[in-house]
């Protein structure tokens, strides 16, 4: 028998047998705990053990909790309590927003975006219109507060120290206001945030769903380097949308390649986000290489379907530059060019799974990434968007 149906029993008990007089002598709520040890003591007797009268008295002001009480645990390690439903949400960060359409959570309980998420209207065309409260690195606290939501939505790792200031004013400006801090794109912790955001919005039936698809297709890429000794695995060159910027073993590149199945040519550098000399590239001949775009210099493709044509010439200029025709992955064709629309934020397996793809095109037929991707989109987006008609990849 759980706590709580135990401590429900006594109440009951206790409220159909004593005597009225005796339920006047509460003074402040007690907790179920406490009435928990106090009932467990009066049982056992001892010295210091209450009387029935106490136990009685502490019964009619225990405070039980309501069905909608529920504590959650973020990705910080807060445990914070809601007891009710989440009526007026702001929301920070993207990947969360995005985690909660495919919880299927009413966007009206959402009442401001970070600016971010607005300008990507063809991916969120439901929050035009919404106000926006800037971003975690120039947040709007006048437009929050004016708001007056009970829960918001920070970063758990990124920019933590933004994130901090954030909440702590936040909290001091807004009696009773919940905050919570999620990521929504690292592998190891996704799954756990889905579940908690389900508890938090009461959807857990489809969180459920949802982190067992996920984590389906983490055990897909699994299965699919099983078989492949570390010595053999394919070397891989990652660079993002800045030019021979790569990512070593502190960085979240180095853990999406090597769930893939690959190992990353630049492991050992210092830094997590390191700035390389062209020539380390040519030194290490990778098998494979990817390069990111959607962002910076290379803001092409994607769900905005912005400058497609610019695609194509991406990917000539890198098979260009110097020394790279004589790459075992230039000359094998292993060179490609990948959207940080599905490698970045909660659609990092879409992207992860293209890469376990590329670097073990024998399975390709079992992975399908693109099949994937479309599954996300229609099952858990809600999204009238076919990946076959946008460039997330190339070729």
Not at 21 to 32: C, G, I, K, Y
Not at 213 to 238: K, M, Q
Request: with cysteine; aromatic share 10%.
């Amino acid at each position: 028998m759980r706590a709580g149906t135990f401590t429900l029993l006594l109440v009951l008990l206790l409220l159909t047998t004593a005597p009225a007089a005796a339920l006047q002598a509460p003074t402040d709520t007690v907790s179920e705990d406490e009435f928990v040890r106090m009932v467990l003591s009066f049982l056992t007797g001892g010295e210091d053990a209450p009387d029935l009268a106490t136990v009685e008295g502490a019964a009619s002001h225990l405070a039980i909790p309501s069905k909608q009480s529920r504590t959650v645990t973020d990705l910080s390690g807060r445990q914070i309590t809601l007891d009710g439903p989440v009526k007026r949400v702001v929301v920070f960060n993207g990947e969360t927003l995005e985690t909660m359409r495919t919880l299927g959570v009413d966007p009206s309980l959402v009442v401001g975006v970070d600016k971010y998420s607005v300008e990507r209207e063809s991916f969120f065309p439901e929050y035009r219109g919404t106000p926006v409260v800037g971003s975690i690195w120039s947040p709007d606290y006048e437009q929050v507060i004016t708001l007056q939501p009970d829960t918001v939505f920070l970063y758990a790792t990124t920019s933590k120290e933004s994130c901090d200031e954030i909440q702590r004013k936040l909290e001091d400006s807004i009696p009773g206001v919940k905050v919570f801090r999620f990521d929504c794109f690292t592998p190891e912790t996704y799954a756990d945030e889905v579940l908690a955001l389900g508890t938090i919005f009461g959807k857990e039936t489809r969180a459920e769903r949802f982190a067992t698809f996920y984590t389906g297709a983490l055990e897909n890429l699994s299965a699919a380097n099983a078989g492949a000794p570390e010595g053999e695995r394919p070397t891989v060159y990652l660079e993002n949308w800045k030019d021979y910027k790569t990512g070593s073993a502190g960085s979240g590149y180095e853990k999406k390649i090597t769930l893939a199945g690959g190992k990353n040519i630049f492991s050992d550098l210092p830094t997590d986000y390191p700035e390389v000399d062209p020539e380390a590239v040519i030194a290490a001949d990778p098998d494979v290489i990817v390069k990111l775009i959607g962002e910076g210099a290379y803001p092409y493709g994607g769900y905005a379907d912005t400058e497609n044509e610019k695609v194509a010439e991406v990917y000539d200029s890198l098979a260009a530059r110097p020394g790279w025709q004589s790459l075992t992955a230039v000359k094998g064709d292993r060179l490609h060019l990948l959207h940080n629309n599905i490698f970045g934020g909660p659609q990092h397996f879409i992207g992860m799974t293209y890469l376990a793809e590329w670097y073990y095109p024998d399975l390709a037929s079992t992975l399908d990434p693109q099949s994937l991707h479309r599954t996300y989109l229609k099952e858990f987006q809600h999204l009238d968007i076919d990946p076959a008609d946008r460039i997330f990849v190339y070729p």
